[in-house]
């Protein structure tokens, strides 16, 4: 299975069984998530591109490979995603690298899964 | 392996592996570490619910799983357990959601282990 | 003035500023933030301890300060606020330590006022 | 003195003081500091606004009132650095609210000192 | 009074503080940051400069000022004691920066009052 | 294949990925980062060691990986690069533990690889 399947899966099953349980903060927090990234006085692009870079600073992989799944779906180029990213690495210091190698590495297996048209 | 004996198993290996080094100060951290959770002005198990909740907070996913063994072996139920989690997750913001999902596969891991006698 | 009241006042009014804004966000959060300490499945009493622990290894003065004024208006005594800061002082690390001496200072202002009536 | 003139007057003597010393190093991570944020693939007003919810998620103060100067100079509304905001308090939790208060304190202080013409 | 005075001065009444509690965990946690910067298989110079970096990357200035005192204490000059936090900058990433600032302050406090005698 | 390899490998390959991207940030950081650990006011031992330390109070597995391959071959001993590690634990709390159990586990691999002649 790719690995950006696998992500989405496993991410689809384990929010599914949160949500069945009986705790409504955590229902409440999640329904706050998708909102949050819609067009309000920024448009979605912007506020998809803030997600990306607070993950990125923030050094949350799985964070990071949602919103690079987002960006592409918004029509976000390689370049532009990469200079979000290279702005949240100088933020950030060195030590967000090893999850910029993994970002890279994500965000070419999506565009290569569509050209594949897996 | 199931993924609850496979995190005890490399956990207890290791923490074995730095104990028999010469080192004194890692010793006494581990000495304090299980001190630090024991019965004393608040009980062991509000303790073990501190320690649940500041390892999510802190995204250590290794840290969650421990204090999850233990509260089961507390015998907190899954919505005491949860509670404390979502409010960890509210303080912590949805970045903390990636450890949740995990958190929560876990702890199903622990209960699914314990109705199969394994 | 005395630190309690300056630290109170100073939130009330930019929580009161941050609300008239006609950001529906933020004011989601804070009302999320309002329920989720309140009695569920846990008791309002642990949910705070678990609210000052992790504001202490977040290393979040002013979130502290709140959850200490709370930790007095529920009752708790020093050596039971203490031991939970504690706990969160070794989980965190030395690097904690500057903020437990403010919150210790903290807690004995509050403890302070009250004797004398303030 | 107001708090804008006075932050940047600290930060602009501080620097300068960093920077007479010959240490490579810092000079080098400055200059790719002033750098990062002008025009490239994406427009240095949305960099502007990844500086800004970075600072904010990171929970730095003085990284806020910088990007929140910025912001000013480049034309942004209130509301729409109140989004930026908001995404970064639902990201990094309500760890980040005491943040957002100070946030907006100088928010309003920027304006203010605009309209009275300081 | 100045900076240095007013930091050690603080510190150590709040410390006093603390010790004078019932809580055997942080009087042990205080024993143990007592014993780990002494001569062992690292000397003492080098365990210093591991804690001003450290401090410094995690963001705690008062952490840093007090690593500060002690690196001028052993005799560290300012090249020396620079060049570490420049690692840590590099490491730690722009968010560093105003710490970094202060840090300069601080150094620069500790060295005129010894020039002058204070 | 062996962890050291697997990971120097992934390393060597994801960095090339990068900088044959035209984003010209993140090829200076990468090139900051090369220089910042040669020999300057403080040594280059020391500076791995700084290396070393900072990343594993910041808690990043790779990081931690890569400074470990680099204290080997600057020649230092088990005694060192643990002494350098239980003072980091101690800074950053008993949150590190599960990363210095990964860390001893790659230094014993490096150690076993070159006395296996691999």
């Keep these: 299975m790719n690995k950006e399947k696998e992500f989405n899966d496993y991410r689809n099953r384990m929010n599914a069984r949160l949500l069945e349980t009986d705790n409504?903060?955590?229902k409440r927090i999640f329904n706050l998530d998708t909102n949050a990234f819609s067009d309000g006085n920024l448009?979605?692009?912007?506020?998809?591109?803030?997600g990306l870079a607070c993950s990125l600073v923030l050094r949350c992989d799985d964070c990071v490979k949602y919103h690079l799944g987002k960006c592409y779906e918004l029509?976000?180029?390689?370049?532009?995603?990469?200079?979000?990213?290279?702005?949240?690495?100088?933020?950030?210091?060195t030590i967000v690298i090893p999850h910029l190698?993994?970002?890279?590495?994500?965000?070419?297996e999506i565009n290569k899964n569509v050209s594949e048209g897996s």
Tied chains: 1, 2, 3, 4, 5, 6.
Excluded: Q
Excluded at 43 to 50: C, D, F, P, S
């Design 75 to 93: 029509g976000f180029k390689s370049g532009e995603v990469l200079e979000a990213m290279s702005v949240a690495t100088l933020i950030g210091g």
């Design 43 to 50: 448009n979605k692009e912007i506020k998809e591109l803030l």
């Design 24 to 26: 409504k903060l955590i």
């Design 101 to 108: 190698r993994k970002a890279m590495e994500y965000w070419d």
